[in-house]
């Protein structure tokens, strides 16, 4: 089946920092988003990417849709404690027939005041 | 602001009953997901409605597993004769046709013990 490999597994950064994290796959997606779960909760949608090449912003996350449609990267700049989370990239490919998701493991990201 | 409900929150069985979790979507959302999340993973997909119809189902949901969603409103997920490793969170996901692709609101998930 389909994969996607998503690192760093976890980081751990200081308040302020910015952080860089990327989702790869063998396969070719038409569509990227990026998630963020917190404890006990669903995921929630951060950014969605409908092409390739696409740069996407939303507040102090930016999103770019790889040229190759087997990539995508998610930026956090100025991190702030709230950031911590459980970071989730995911791919769709069935051309908007039933929006089916693949997921990445997560990026667990922890932020230090 | 309504979103999508999800309910029991937690539930602790023993192997072999059955368990049933209910979803209430967002009102006007036409589609309707089902995906199970383990420990150190990302959700997978289990199934999908579109109003009452359940158009696809992963290999993951096996014949214990049973989704419905009766009147293209709330939708329920029934484990039979469970097992250790049915433990998991349950996601319910709920999109509308207007918005894009791959925009699913989740509820909060129904976390299953197994025992």
């Known amino acids: 089946g389909q994969q996607l490999n998503q690192s760093p597994q976890s980081m751990f950064i200081q308040e302020g920092e910015d952080v860089s994290m990327n989702c790869t796959s063998s396969?070719?997606?038409?569509?990227w988003l990026w998630y963020k779960q917190d404890p006990g909760e669903g995921p929630v949608l951060l950014i969605a990417?409908?092409?390739?090449?696409e740069l996407t912003s939303n507040g102090r996350l930016t999103a770019q849709f790889g040229i190759t449609r087997k990539d995508s990267f998610l930026n956090i700049s100025a991190s702030i404690p709230s950031d911590v989370g459980i970071y989730f990239c995911?791919?769709?490919?069935?051309?908007?027939?039933?929006?089916?998701?693949?997921f990445g493991k997560g990026t667990l990201l922890t932020v230090n005041p | 602001d309504t979103g999508v409900s999800q309910d029991p929150r937690h539930k602790i069985t023993k192997r072999g009953q059955n368990v049933t979790f209910r979803c209430d979507p967002i009102?006007?959302?036409?589609?309707l997901y089902w995906y199970r999340q383990t420990l150190g993973q990302g959700p997978e997909f289990l199934t999908y409605?579109?109003?009452?119809?359940?158009?696809?189902k992963s290999r993951l949901l096996s014949d214990r597993f049973s989704a419905e969603r009766p009147k293209g409103s709330f939708s329920t997920l029934e484990i039979q004769r469970t097992e250790q490793g049915d433990s998991a969170m349950y996601l319910c996901?709920?999109?509308?046709?207007?918005?894009?692709?791959?925009?699913?609101?989740f509820g909060e998930g129904s976390r299953l013990t197994v025992l």
């Open positions: 996901a709920s999109s509308a046709r207007s918005r894009g692709i791959g925009e699913l609101f």
């Open positions: 396969s070719i997606f038409n569509t």
């Open positions: 990417l409908y092409k390739a090449g």
């Open positions: 995911a791919g769709e490919n069935s051309g908007g027939s039933n929006y089916k998701l693949t």
């Open positions: 009102s006007e959302h036409n589609r």
């Open positions: 409605f579109q109003n009452e119809a359940q158009l696809e």
